[in-house]
């Protein structure tokens, strides 16, 4: 097995980087680098996200008269405006928490995993399985 270089992550104003044993320069993370793209498709997605939230909204208030205040729809405005944004926090934090599980599991640490990141460690370790042993 090849030896595991030591990395150390780093946060800067642009981005966030790893500094690996044995190069001068940091390398940025995937997300610094993907960040620099435009994503066209992030429109429609976050568009579609707040119509969901709108629609279980809706959907919430059925069951016989249903008087919609102005308030009540400016209520759920607000929410479908956000929406888009929790879930992508959601998404970098699940993302973040899975790094830092993959991150202790190269460096020996052997750490707890949670269910819902069985799967992503299970399926790194094989990559990493397959990358080692080629």
Known sequence: MLP????TRLSLKNGRFYQVAGFAEPFPSVT???GIIAKPALVPWARNVALDSVRT????????????????VEGVITEARSRPDQVKTEAADFGTQAHT??????QGR????PPQFGSVVSSFAAWRRGVVNA
């Open 101 to 106: 599980l993959i991150e202790q599991n190269i």
């Open 57 to 72: 909204a809706l959907t919430q208030r059925t069951g016989g008269p249903v008087w919609l205040t102005p308030e009540w």
């Open 32 to 34: 610094t680098v993907l």
């Open 4 to 7: 595991t270089p030591a990395i």
């Open 110 to 113: 052997a750490p707890q995993i």
